[in-house]
């Protein structure tokens, strides 16, 4: 099964594991494998987490 990710700017799909090196792709699977879950839905939570990361970051850097 090959994951497809279309990045907004271009209408090219590109496979997944182009921006992901080796070791990133199998902790990624292993991670999916485990949680007995989609990689779509394993990658939309992890930028969810990702974002929420920055926006306190950023919140943080502002408030100083």
Known sequence: ??????PMCTAK?????IY??????LLLKIL???EQRSMNSVITELIADW???????HK?????
């Open 60 to 64: 943080n850097i502002i408030n100083m």
């Open 13 to 17: 799909t590109q496979p997944l594991k």
């Open 1 to 6: 099964m090959k994951i497809l990710y279309r």
């Open 20 to 25: 992901l090196d080796k070791e990133q792709h």
């Open 51 to 57: 974002i929420e990361e920055k926006k306190e970051v």
């Open 32 to 34: 999916c494998a485990l």
